[in-house]
Structure formats: structure tokens, C-alpha cells
T-cell receptor, first 111, second 116 residues
Framework: KQEVTQIPAALSVPEGENLVLNCSFT??????LQWFRQDPGKGLTSLLL?????REQTSGRLNASLDKSSGRSTLYIAASQPGDSATYLC??????????FGEGTQLTVNP | EAQVTQNPRYLITVTGKKLTVTCSQN?????MSWYRQDPGLGLRQIYY???????DKGDVPEGYKVSRKEKRNFPLILESPSPNQTSLYFC???????????????FGNGTRLTVT
């Protein structure tokens, strides 16, 4: 069964810093991987989706990569801002219909 | 506005009293899914549906039922709720491509259920 681990569980950085969030999974037969953001009291918002045939996706200051052989994905946030403060979750699975979520990294960007 | 709408947002009920949490999406998505989120356990999939009249169990289906009679609606039914079903519930939806890939998942804002 797929297990997804996110390290660190919490991260606090000063504004402007570049940072990397990590996601590791146990089953390399991962189909696609998604990164989400969750704000308090809200649902999850999709940030980046790496399809099965891809290795990387970029959107604005965000870049996500996927290395199936090592069982890892990273989310890179450039020039962090206080508005980036949220919990970031990754999710992957052996099929598009069965996603396993990590517990998330709670990010705080301090002004 | 494209969205997934869940109702109610908050619900307090007693053990054994049947309840339904509704989920509706206006994006014509084929795929819909229910998750529960618990501290220390993260998000776990309850049931999902690939299209109308097609539903499958996720990782934690016990105590739950779903139906998919229409493409836009995917209600979650708790026939006899118990305190261990106290949780934050999310509905999500997406397109499915011809290759089986998903488009990004769209989530509702959640339903916080308390069973006493």
C-alpha cells in the first residue's frame, strides 16, 4: 500500500527566502503526483499536477519535480511571501483514482 | 464560478441518526471522491466514482454509502453514524482524460461532522 511522507512537518522562514518542501512515497509505481495548498477552514487548492509521463511542472514561483526511481517529489517556492503561509500537501497513487495524501507541511512565512 | 459545493458546512448529530452530506460540482467532471481528514492520519479516501452509476471503495469505506445517480451529485450517506466518524469531510472532483490521467482535483470547503 502506498505511503506518503512529508518532511518537515512544520517550517518557519523569513519573507523572501527560497524553500523546498519534500514528499516521499513508498511505491515507485506512482501514476501522477499533485501538490495542494490548504488554508485554515478551507478545502484544498491544487497547485501543481505532474502527470505520469512528466517529471516537472512550474507555475509562477512554484516548481514541482517528481523522481519515481527515488520515490521523491519536491516543491520549490521561490521568494516566499507571507501569503504563502498555509499547509502544503502532496498526493500520489498507482492510479489516477486512488490518491494517497501526505500529512502536509505547515509553512509560516514571517514578514 | 467553477466549484464543488458541500452541505452542510457544520453538522452535530447523535449516534445512530442517519445523515446525508451533499456534494455537487458544476464542472461536468467524471470523477468524484470523498475523503475524511483526521489529525495524525491525514486525508483518507472513503469512496470514489469514475462516472454515473460507477462507485468504488477507497481506503476507509466502512460505515459509509454513496450513490452517483447524476454526474454532478455525489452524496455521502452515514446510515448509523458513530462517534469514530467525527471528522472533517471533503468532496473532490476532476476530469478524467482518455489516458486515465486526472485533471487537478477540485475540493469543496469541507463538512465538519461531530457525532455524540
Amino acid at each position: 500500500k502506498q505511503e506518503v511522507t512529508q518532511i518537515p512537518a512544520a517550517l518557519s522562514v523569513p519573507e523572501g527566502e527560497n524553500l523546498v518542501l519534500n514528499c516521499s512515497f513508498t511505491d515507485s509505481a506512482i501514476y501522477n503526483l499533485q501538490w495542494f495548498r490548504q488554508d485554515p477552514g478551507k478545502g484544498l487548492t491544487s497547485l501543481l499536477l505532474i502527470q505520469s509521463s512528466q517529471r516537472e511542472q512550474t507555475s509562477g514561483r512554484l516548481n514541482a519535480s517528481l523522481d519515481k526511481s527515488s520515490g521523491r517529489s519536491t516543491l520549490y517556492i521561490a521568494a516566499s511571501q507571507p501569503g504563502d503561509s498555509a499547509t502544503y500537501l502532496c498526493a500520489g497513487g498507482a492510479s489516477g483514482s486512488r490518491l494517497t495524501f501526505g500529512e502536509g507541511t505547515q509553512l509560516t512565512v514571517n514578514p | 464560478e467553477a466549484q464543488v459545493t458541500q452541505n452542510p458546512r457544520y453538522l452535530i448529530t447523535v449516534t445512530g441518526k442517519k445523515l446525508t452530506v451533499t456534494c455537487s460540482q458544476n464542472m461536468n467532471h467524471e470523477y468524484m471522491s470523498w475523503y475524511r481528514q483526521d489529525p495524525g492520519l491525514g486525508l483518507r479516501q472513503i469512496y470514489y466514482s469514475m462516472n454515473v452509476e460507477v462507485t468504488d471503495k477507497g481506503d476507509v469505506p466502512e460505515g459509509y454509502k454513496v450513490s452517483r445517480k447524476e454526474k454532478r451529485n455525489f452524496p455521502l450517506i452515514l446510515e448509523s453514524p458513530s462517534p469514530n466518524q467525527t471528522s472533517l469531510y471533503f468532496c473532490a472532483s476532476s476530469f478524467l482524460t482518455g489516458t486515465g490521467d486526472n485533471s487537478p482535483l477540485h475540493f469543496g470547503n469541507g463538512t465538519r461532522l461531530t457525532v455524540t
